[in-house]
Nanobody
Framework: QGQLVESGGGWVQPGGSLRLSCVAS????????VGWYRQAPGKEREWVAT???????HYADSVKDRFTISGVSAKNTVYLQMNSLKTEDTAVYYC???????WGQGTLVTVSS
């Protein structure tokens, strides 16, 4: 099985932007749906967005119109562009190959002033 590595997390002020990356060790994104999830302190992990092999995307209502998921199959990379960040977006963000149940290790996003 392949591995996933997330990066791009960090601290940002409310209203700011970050772009997260999820890189696969092989060409395992092809023909698979990839999702971003997040887990805030003291809360359960929740789904954020999904991109399918067709290119179609779906978003949780809480991030719709602020976050954009995209993928570059040639780079085995899926991105999560996060704009207009809010304090409630603070969480560890994980990517997952949904069909295979493979998770990355997560990257922390902190939104605070």
């Amino acid at each position: 099985q392949g591995q996933l590595v997330e990066s791009g997390g960090g601290w940002v002020q409310p209203g700011g932007s970050l772009r997260l990356s999820c890189v696969a060790s092989g060409s395992i994104f092809r023909a698979n749906a990839v999702g971003w999830y997040r887990q805030a302190p003291g809360k359960e992990r929740e789904w954020v967005a999904t991109i399918f092999s067709t290119g179609s995307t779906h978003y949780a209502d809480s991030v719709k119109d602020r976050f954009t998921i995209s993928g570059v199959s040639a780079k085995n990379t899926v991105y999560l562009q996060m704009n207009s960040l809010k304090t409630e977006d603070t969480a560890v963000y994980y990517c997952k190959i949904i069909n295979l149940g493979i998770w990355g290790q997560g990257t922390l996003v902190t939104v605070s002033s």
